[in-house]
């Protein structure tokens, strides 16, 4: 049974020492109890304590690493079922299979459209992070040359084979890497655990009857391999949900500790591609901690990395903007400055529009922690008062001339207290961000 934070905290040291990047070890041990901090983190735990606190205070879902240094990917370490009951914390590996079969100018083009997998959204750098490599031709050198070419990518490695040799032959290249393993089943779980203990690298297994699975992975850890990921990719699309869901529920509500492990599950390639996109944005959604899928165009990957960075945020935190002026092109001081929130996706969006009109304005992002214009404005987030004490500051007088500013058209009805209070011309801008471009080339230029 699960301890709670005060008995968790008569085993620690209690000497407050911060080593664990706690303040004190009762905010540890609050942290333990809630399954977001590790034990490891405490240097300074006895072996009694750890004997009896390990099991109760390990996190539900194991946190597993795959890669090293700065490449590399960590999953697992879940708490809830549902994102809005908290977060999601470890946003799952989205990667690109590569079969071993390609000939030399097959193997770059792809590891070519692979690198380009990575694009700039609201502010944020996204890309495909991890890459597999499929031993289709059951062969060891053509396994071992696609795994050492991938590894110009830098990104954590799966290395996929039905032949245990033959993953051996690769990691005796590229051990430090830790790349993850995958191809143990329950017929042939020994050699690939023996392969994963010595190499100390992570290890995949596959099962699709979570029973049989969860009796897998128990012989698997008592091999000696503790960083385990769940395969459960089945038969459709709908089996395989049920199973990532399942071991979840298991592992979370139920604290079954052998299936307390990160999933993985591979999109169908007998599927046309609009049906693998689809595939794979249900395993993001629901639970798996890598998705591997064999399409490798950006238009079928952005949508998948798109979907996981929005659930992969805090629904306590609004995702922001540094509050403050920005240039958009190569302003001068006659340059328009338009006002709007520091919400992510709202200024993102009008600065997209901004660059689109090819006019070098400028953009002042008014702290409004994070809310969207009517959010703000409705909130008292985004007043007259605030903009207008946003214009009088040092950021904006010697960069801006022309006192004029443009507001959105949701808000209007402020403009009169905005230029009494600022002595700035008002002018209000089009409610939606879209009509930016053809305001600023026409309204502004006639201004
Ligand atoms: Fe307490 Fe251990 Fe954290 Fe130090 S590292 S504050 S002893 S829990």
Known sequence: MALKALDIFKLLPKTNCKKCGCPTCLAFAMKLAQKQANLDQC???????????EGSAAPPIRLVTIGTGNSK????????????????????????VIP??????????????VEKLQFVRVGAHIRSDIVAVENVSGQADPFAKTAAAVQKLDLPTVLMSKEPANIDKVLESCKDKRPLIYGA??????????????????LAVSEADLDKLAALTEKVKAAGVEDIILDL??????????????????????????????????SSSAQTAGEQVAECCTYIAKYAGIVLTGLHHPEYILPLLTLRQNLYTDPRKPIQVEPKLNQVGTVTTTSPLLITTNFSLTYYTVEGEVEASRIPSFIGAIDTD??????????????AEKIAAFLKS????????????????????MSGALEEESGWKVLVGPREASGLPKYLKTVWKSE
């Open 43 to 53: 240097p300074d735990v006895t072996a009694e304590a750890k004997a009896q606190l």
């Open 73 to 96: 990917l960590e999953i697992g370490n879940e708490t809830v079922m549902f994102r809005h009951e908290e977060s999601f914390y470890h946003p799952p590996g989205i990667g690109v």
């Open 100 to 113: 071993d079969n390609l000939d030399d100018n097959e193997l770059n083009a792809r590891i070519e459209a």
């Open 185 to 202: 089943s329950a017929d042939n779980w020994e050699k690939y655990a023996a392969i994963a203990k010595e190499k100390q690298c992570p």
């Open 233 to 266: 990719t089945s038969a459709g699309i709908s089996e395989t949900l049920q199973a990532l869901t399942a071991a979840r529920q298991l592992a979370l509500k139920k604290n079954v500790r052998s299936l307390g492990y990160p999933s993985l599950a591979i």
């Open 370 to 383: 994070g809310t969207s214009v009517l959010t703000a404005f409705a909130s008292d987030k985004l007043t």
């Open 394 to 413: 040092d950021a904006v007088k010697d960069k801006v001339t022309h006192k004029k500013v443009i507001i959105p058209g949701y808000v209007a009805v």
